[in-house]
Nanobody
Framework: QVQLVESGGGLVQPGGSLRLSCAAS????????LGWYRQAPGKERELVAH???????NSAESVKGRFTISRDNTEKTVYLHMNSLKPEDTAVYYC??????????WGQGTQVTVSS
């Protein structure tokens, strides 16, 4: 049973910061790559940041310099540190784990709303 539980979302003002967490169970966590995705109403789900099993990272151009992905293999958790938030960052944020490009199950997501 693969389970991914996202948390840490909420309402934040533009320019604010937030840290999202995703706790994983049911997988041998260290060998998996991990990604944070988001989906806004009426839009497709998009990958925003990715971290490999050997800690290499990539992020979408829209969030570069503002978001940082990290992982803690002991805690079996992946984080997304979000700074300088913009209204266009408003979305439900999801995490997923993959091995050789094959995704596991989605979590329930956590809502991030950036508004004054």
């Amino acid at each position: 049973q693969v389970q991914l539980v996202e948390s840490g979302g909420g309402l934040v003002q533009p320019g604010g910061s937030l840290r999202l967490s995703c706790a994983a169970s049911g997988i041998f966590f260290p060998i998996y790559a991990l990604g944070w995705y988001r989906q806004a109403p009426g839009k497709e789900r998009e990958l925003v940041a990715h971290i490999t099993s050997d800690y290499n990272t990539n992020s979408a151009e829209s969030v570069k310099g503002r978001f940082t992905i990290s992982r803690d293999n002991t805690e079996k958790t992946v984080y997304l540190h979000m700074n300088s938030l913009k209204p266009e960052d408003t979305a439900v944020y999801y995490c997923n784990a993959n091995r050789n490009g094959v995704l596991t199950s989605w979590g329930q997501g956590t809502q991030v709303t950036v508004s004054s």
